[in-house]
């Protein structure tokens, strides 16, 4: 098989994830009252945004739903299989106002993901975390956040990262959407 078929190849399955994902994730957020989330969010996560970039072959995407009348981050996360093991996934950010943050720029851990935050080692990762601090949500709505997903041996400071990006889409009365089972199983509860 030569090189570029396989690069051509990767490229279509990483594209039929991500089309999967979104709309599993889009089938998957809707039970909620659609009227109460402030913000939704996207990350597409490989190894190019880590720092220093790797080239880790695994990719994912990850949706996100901030609701205002709890302060919940609830997250639908997925990726490709990773070249090592996982032992860490958490939310990054600016640890304080004024702290750099943003692409490329490594920044502090806000959020656990995996244990002992809401959700198991592996994909996928569905859970919440309550981001109640005023500045927190004002940087995450700037997209200063991060996701990172820790591996070992090999990259135990980040093998995929996946920038924190903010929708510019507002749901206002929108009745709920009943759940619908995911064909692949990577979204269900």
Same mark, same amino acid.
């Given at each position: 098989?030569?090189?570029?078929?396989? &690069? #051509?190849?990767?490229?279509?399955?990483?594209?039929?994830v991500l089309a999967s994902s979104i709309l599993a994730v889009a089938l998957w957020v809707g039970p909620a009252a659609a009227d109460t989330? @402030?913000?939704?969010?996207?990350? &597409? *996560?490989?190894?190019? &945004?880590?720092?220093?970039p790797n080239s880790s072959p695994s990719t994912g995407v990850a949706f996100l739903t901030f609701n205002k009348d709890n302060s919940n981050l609830c997250y639908a996360i997925s990726y490709t299989p990773l070249e090592g093991t996982e032992f860490l996934a958490h939310f990054h950010g600016p640890a304080a106002?004024? @702290? #750099?943050?943003?692409?490329? *720029?490594?920044?502090? *851990?806000?959020?656990?993901? @995996?244990?002992?935050?809401?959700?198991?080692?592996?994909s996928p990762k569905n859970g919440c975390v309550l981001v109640s601090d005023k500045q927190q949500v004002k @940087? #995450?709505?700037?997209? #200063?956040w991060y996701i990172n997903?820790?591996?070992?041996p090999n990259h135990p400071a980040g093998e995929v990262r996946g920038q924190v990006l903010p929708l510019k889409i507002k749901y206002k009365n929108v009745p709920p959407i009943q759940p619908v089972a995911s064909?692949?199983?990577a979204f269900l509860n």
């Open positions: 098989m030569s090189v570029r078929f396989r &690069q #051509l190849f990767r490229v279509m399955v990483s594209s039929t989330f @402030d913000t939704t969010f996207i990350a &597409q *996560i490989n190894g190019a &945004q880590e720092t220093p106002k004024g @702290d #750099l943050a943003g692409p490329g *720029i490594a920044s502090p *851990i806000l959020h656990s993901i @995996d244990p002992p935050g809401p959700s198991p080692i592996g @940087d #995450l709505k700037a997209g #200063l997903i820790h591996t070992m064909p692949s199983g």
